[in-house]
Nanobody
Framework: QVQLVESGGGLVQAGDSLRLSCTAS?????????MGWFRQAPGKEREFVGA????????QYADSVKGRFTISRDNAKNTAFLQMGSLKPEDTGVYFC????????????WGQGAQVTVSS
């Protein structure tokens, strides 16, 4: 099993910035996992936010966050980050980090989520 723990959530105002962290129980130096970020707004289904390959050379973002959010990782610290800027009320939701083993096409390990609330 891989345990993922998110941190850094909170209550902010529109236009503010916030950085989420996700620390894994496994070593990214030996386990070449891809990492992804997802979110679930109240009353809505979980949606994709961004992803990064193990090497960090390839990143993907949902259209709704392009230009505002940045995903990164520090394999030496077994940690992935989601830097969120120019936050909007519609960014409110529970943010989850996820881990994908190299032989899997989907994310199989998930954190329990961090609440992000953006007030107007």
């Amino acid at each position: 099993q891989v345990q993922l723990v998110e941190s850094g959530g909170g209550l902010v105002q529109a236009g503010d910035s916030l950085r989420l962290s996700c620390t894994a129980s496994r070593s990214f130096s030996t386990d070449t996992y891809g990492m992804g970020w997802f979110r679930q707004a109240p009353g809505k289904e979980r949606e994709f936010v961004g992803a990064i390959t193990w090497s960090g050379e390839t990143k993907q973002y949902a259209d709704s966050v392009k230009g505002r959010f940045t995903i990164s990782r520090d394999n030496a610290k077994n940690t992935a980050f989601l830097q969120m800027g120019s936050l909007k009320p519609e960014d409110t939701g529970v943010y989850f980090c996820a881990c994908r083993p190299p032989t899997f096409a989907t994310y199989v390990y998930w954190g329990q989520g961090a609440q992000v609330t953006v007030s107007s």
